[in-house]
């Protein structure tokens, strides 16, 4: 931070005062806005910025927790759902959603919802089966919700291990889980094959296509992706996309959808056991800000899909430019073989090269932002529209850096997701 602020002052300070502090504190963070940051920001250029700030403005005050005072929040969310669900099969399968806050709030409702159907079983603790590819938030929704996850291990092709899953299955499971894709690989599991055991097992199916569910339906449509992923294939039974990864909202918009309305229904948390009226809601927030969700709808409107066509084609060349560029480099390799546009990238098998001291070295060299994953040790890349153009100059300067480094190696084997005080 480029300035002190230690105290709540007593008296208040002027607008421009206390946005020129603003301005100062964002000039130590990751300048996103020129590709370098292969992770966290998602960009389709600074118009759609500007339109962001533009919608959230228009909606900063509303409260997006009743739909009866403000109708016309509840309208742009219907349409987000809508859309979201056509594109993902729903529209075929008869689907019914919700929007959440962002991915790990549609993975804790999938698995909350997964929990009450499992009681309503008469499974007390139900069990989740995922792999140890799938985000985080499954372990968050286990540990909130009493639910026993099992993570089973992956292939070689870092797909989820099917025949582990087979073998973990047993009278307390209530869900499996598949990726569409994973963030660590960027490959999509095996679907269909899941579907297939959900229904064998008479299980629920959980795809979550928080990063691929707004960029894979385009890809299909242009031939370049053919595994089949969504609503439409047999067993599944949810699905999540969200809106602020490749639909290039605002933060704070993501959608759950389930196949079954009796199942949406375990969504609803509705009460009147207190002194303040009827309360209903279907995310974990109360009041809840309008502004991403009119950002979303805005974003939407703006791109078309004809946008999103052309975001879709340009983010694919670019990451096929940059898995062919990284296995060009001697010392370097690919994991798998990513199905979409994220991936990661190791040192050769059986190499010494330590990624992450490459990664130290990129960042000094050009300010590149690589989040860091283990097992094995790899640097994360997810190619949006924003970061496509810095694709070239990223295969020099890392070719530059792998050619120098020798043996050198990094103290720094995590970056922190959160960091509070
Ligand atoms: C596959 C997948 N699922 C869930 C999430 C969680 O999304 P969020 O960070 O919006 O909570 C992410 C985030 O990168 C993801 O890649």
Not at 14 to 37: C, H, M
Not at 49 to 54: I, P, Q, S
Request: negative net charge.
């Amino acid at each position: 931070m480029r300035f002190e602020v230690t105290e709540l002052p007593e008296e208040g300070r002027s607008t421009e005062a206390v946005l020129e502090d603003l301005a100062a504190a964002k000039s130590d963070d990751r300048d996103w806005r020129g590709g370098r940051v292969f992770s966290l920001v998602y960009s389709a250029g600074d118009e759609v910025h500007e339109l962001h700030a533009k919608a959230l403005g228009l909606y900063s005050a509303e409260n997006g927790l009743n739909v009866l005072a403000f109708p016309s929040i509840g309208r742009l969310s219907h349409d987000l759902v809508g859309w979201t669900s056509a594109l993902l099969g729903g529209d075929e399968t008869g689907a019914t959603g919700y929007l959440t806050s962002g991915g790990t709030e549609s993975l804790l409702q999938a698995v909350k919802v997964a929990r009450d159907a499992g009681r309503a079983r008469g499974i007390e603790r139900p069990k989740v089966i995922a792999a140890r590819s799938a985000h985080a938030a499954f372990t968050k929704a286990a540990e909130l919700f009493d639910v026993d996850l099992v993570r089973v291990g992956v292939d070689d092709g870092f797909r989820v291990d099917l025949a582990e899953v087979a073998a973990a299955i047993d009278d307390s499971t209530i869900m499996l889980v598949g990726s569409a894709p994973t963030y660590p690989h960027g490959v999509i599991d095996p679907i269909t094959e899941l579907g297939s055991l959900a229904l064998a097992h008479d299980l629920l199916l959980h795809v979550d296509s928080c990063l691929g569910g707004l960029l894979l339906p385009w890809l299909v449509e242009a031939g370049h992706v053919s595994t089949p992923y969504d609503l439409r294939v047999p067993g599944v039974t949810s699905i999540s996309a969200d809106l602020h990864k490749y639909g290039y909202a605002s933060k704070g918009v993501s959608v759950v959808l389930y196949n079954d309305a009796a199942l949406a229904r375990h969504q609803l948390f509705v009460t009147t056991d207190w002194m303040g009226g009827f309360y209903a809601s279907t995310v974990m927030a109360g009041t809840r800000p309008a502004g991403p969700v009119a950002a979303a709808w805005a974003t939407m409107q703006h791109l078309g899909r004809s946008g999103y066509r052309r975001l879709a084609e340009e983010t694919w060349a670019a990451a096929r430019r940059l898995i062919d560029g990284v296995s060009a480099i001697d010392g370097l390799r690919v994991l798998g073989d990513p199905d979409m546009t994220v991936l990661a990238i190791a040192a050769d098998d059986g190499g010494t090269l330590d990624v992450f001291a490459v990664a130290d070295r990129l960042a000094e060299l050009g300010g590149w932002y690589l989040d860091r994953q283990t097992d094995p040790d790899a640097l994360h890349l997810t190619v949006h529209a924003g970061s496509a153009a810095a694709v070239d100059p990223f295969l020099v300067d890392l070719a530059a850096v792998v050619s120098t480094i020798g043996d050198e190696r990094s103290a720094n084997r995590s970056a922190p997701y959160a960091t509070d005080r």
